[in-house]
């Protein structure tokens, strides 16, 4: 059923491909067509920063970042969704084309800026809640805040998105908001992110409940920096952190049609660097924070390779895209025979 709906998309740009599709899964929602169609939800339960994943496998942020649909998303066997990135105010993000297919690689190219609907119209979303398992909410800095003001932004989003949120990620490694991935570093990370555990501390009293606070990494980081990045989330006592955004390194497609697009390298050309860097920083972190691995995820052989390297929960996207809710169901299945009866 996927593939015959994935030949039909991919004759389409990759941004309107996405749009549609959505659209369409939202429709078969509404009319109850997609639960017949897809496996029963795979319910292998695991206990991270707290909370309980129906699964251990959830979609990454950028694919739905407005938060429109969930209710289509949230039928398809996902233990949790992370929507965003969200900015605190509406922005168009780049020009298009920004979203590019590299089929032979079952890779993604794509720049597409935070392009999105701002908190508020995120809020007036999630409140509706039609979704059963964990709910993330990815927050991201206008592009008109610059990188100094940043924290502002991301104090805004916390602010706002708090009562509505199980887990609120700090995105500070897209690759198309210019500066952003600076934040990442030394000084700035510190800077950055220890208002928000403040912030984090005050609204917890003030709701009487803890929202854990992630951070997500780039994948294009030495260990130097990579060691120096984990032993800041310690000091602060960060609750988990997601690994990895997408590359900028794009030698893995040099000569593919699209290949040299600018923007950030998903999907398969990934999947190897990803691994990589959460067995370093799992080593780094020395089991202080639970890492979620995300980054060329596309079979079930990858998603236990990246349990195995240290990950607790693993996401996907590009995966997803090329392949449908089968790879969801395929990735839960292999995590819980891993994991044994008690999710370990
Ligand atoms: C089209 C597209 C848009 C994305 N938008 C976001 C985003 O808004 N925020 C974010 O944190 N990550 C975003 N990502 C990164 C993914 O969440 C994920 O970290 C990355 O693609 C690596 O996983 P994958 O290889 O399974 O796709 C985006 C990825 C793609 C392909």
Redesign the pocket.
């Known amino acids: 059923m996927y593939s015959l709906a994935r030949k039909l998309l991919f004759t389409l740009s990759?941004e309107t491909a996405?749009q549609l599709a959505l659209e369409g899964l939202d429709a078969a929602a509404r009319l109850h067509l997609v639960k017949p169609f897809v496996d029963q939800p795979v319910h292998a339960p695991v206990e991270v920063m707290g909370l309980t994943f129906p699964n251990a496998v959830g979609l990454?942020?950028?694919?739905d970042?407005n938060a429109d649909h969930l209710a289509g998303l949230g039928q398809l066997g996902f233990g949790f969704i992370?929507v965003?990135?969200v900015t605190p105010r509406p922005q168009p993000g780049n020009p298009k084309p920004r979203?590019f297919r590299l089929p032979e690689q079952e890779a993604?190219i794509?720049r597409?800026g935070?392009n999105?609907k701002g908190v508020e119209h995120l809020i007036e979303q999630v409140r509706q809640r039609r979704f059963d398992g964990v709910l993330g909410i990815?927050l991201?800095k206008n592009l008109t805040t610059s990188v100094e003001k940043a924290v502002d932004d991301y104090l805004l989003g916390l602010e706002a998105v708090y009562p509505w949120a199980d887990y609120v990620?700090v995105?500070i490694?897209?690759p198309n908001t210019p500066g952003l991935r600076s934040l990442q570093y030394g000084e700035a990370l510190m800077a950055l992110l220890q208002p928000l555990k403040e912030a984090q501390a005050r609204l917890a009293d003030q709701h009487q409940r803890y929202v854990p606070l992630v951070v997500?990494v780039a994948p294009d980081m030495d260990e130097d920096e990579l060691n120096s990045v984990a032993q800041t989330l310690r000091h602060l006592k960060l609750d988990g952190v997601?690994a990895?955004?997408?590359t900028l390194d794009k030698s893995a497609v040099a000569g593919l049609r699209h290949g040299e697009e600018a923007g950030?390298l998903?999907?398969r050309p990934?999947?190897e660097k990803?691994c990589l860097l959460t067995k370093q920083l799992a080593q780094a972190l020395e089991g202080d924070l639970p890492i979620i691995g995300?980054?060329?995820?596309?079979s079930a052989e990858d998603a236990v390779e990246r349990i195995k390297a240290g990950a607790s929960l693993i996401?996907?996207?590009?995966?997803?895209?090329y392949q449908g809710p089968k790879l969801v169901q395929d990735c839960a299945e292999a995590l819980a025979f891993v994991r044994g009866p008690q999710g370990q």
């Open positions: 990759g996405h990454a942020a950028g694919l970042k992370e965003g990135t979203l993604i794509n597409m935070f999105n990815n991201g990620t995105n490694s897209s997500k997601i990895t955004n997408t950030g998903s999907g990934l999947t990803a995300v980054g060329g995820i596309s996401q996907l996207y590009t995966g997803f895209i």
